[in-house]
């Protein structure tokens, strides 16, 4: 079965500094990966995903995240982070079978709250 | 594209009652999930129809919980008898069609809150 820990809950940063915000998974078959964002009092937004090809991939908002096949991680990164990025934000992982297909079923990690400082 | 949209946004009820939710995906998305947050938790996978099939439900679902998408358009998740620990905010998302593990749009939940 397919499970994902979110390392950090919380991350505090200062504006402009870099932040990772770490996600491993664990899943016995192929696996398509996400990182989801969720502003106060609003839904998910998906930041990027990982479905093949190359390793680093890149999002909305100056987000990117590298997919790591035999750490079995999919670590977000920004290179200098604003306030607006202060929010809970959620890796998932998508299994697919033997051919690739996937439905899509999501399993999220348990968030990690990112705080931007001034 | 108007989104997924939610409603009601917000329900209290008290124990034992029955609620409703209903789900409107974005048009011609044939495949619906519904997920359920608790504070401090990511979300978690209750259950999947592709256009009108229920495909798939989670241990999560218990029998007082029913999920329906009749005519594979919108949707609605029924708890019955609703207990304290059904508190959360119950999220639905809808996907396209295709083999692929496309991304799922989110509705922005509706919050239930059993006292």
């Known amino acids: 079965a397919q499970s994902v820990t979110q390392l950090d809950s919380q991350v505090p940063v200062f504006e402009e500094a870099p932040v990772e915000l770490r996600c491993n998974y664990s899943?016995?078959?192929?696996?398509?990966l996400f990182w989801y964002v969720q502003y106060p009092n609003q839904g998910l937004q998906l930041l990027l995903k990982?479905?093949?090809?190359?390793?680093l991939v890149k999002g909305i908002n100056g987000f990117e995240a590298e997919f790591n096949k035999s750490q079995t991680s999919f670590h977000l990164r920004k290179p200098s982070v604003h306030i607006s990025d202060t929010a809970e934000y959620f890796c998932?992982?998508?299994?697919?079978?033997?051919?690739?297909?996937?439905?899509?079923?999501?399993?999220f990690g348990q968030g990690t709250i990112l705080t931007v400082h001034p | 594209d108007t989104g997924v949209s939610q409603n009601p946004r917000h329900k209290i009820t008290k124990r034992g009652q029955n609620v409703t939710f209903r789900c409107d995906p974005i048009?011609?998305?044939?495949?619906l999930y519904w997920y359920r947050q608790t504070l401090g938790q990511g979300p978690e996978f209750l259950t999947y129809?592709?256009?009108?099939?229920?495909?798939?439900k989670s241990r999560l679902l218990s029998d007082r919980f029913s999920a329906e998408r009749p005519k594979g358009s919108f949707s609605t998740l029924e708890i019955q008898r609703t207990e304290q620990g059904d508190s959360a905010m119950y999220l639905c998302a809808s996907s396209p069609r295709g083999q692929g593990p496309y991304e799922q749009y989110f509705g922005p939940g509706t919050r239930l809150t059993v006292t």
């Open positions: 998932a992982v998508s299994e697919g079978d033997a051919g690739g297909t996937s439905y899509g079923k999501l399993t």
């Open positions: 990982y479905l093949s090809g190359s390793t």
């Open positions: 899943s016995s078959v192929s696996v398509y």
């Open positions: 129809f592709q256009n009108e099939a229920q495909l798939e």
């Open positions: 048009s011609e998305h044939n495949r």
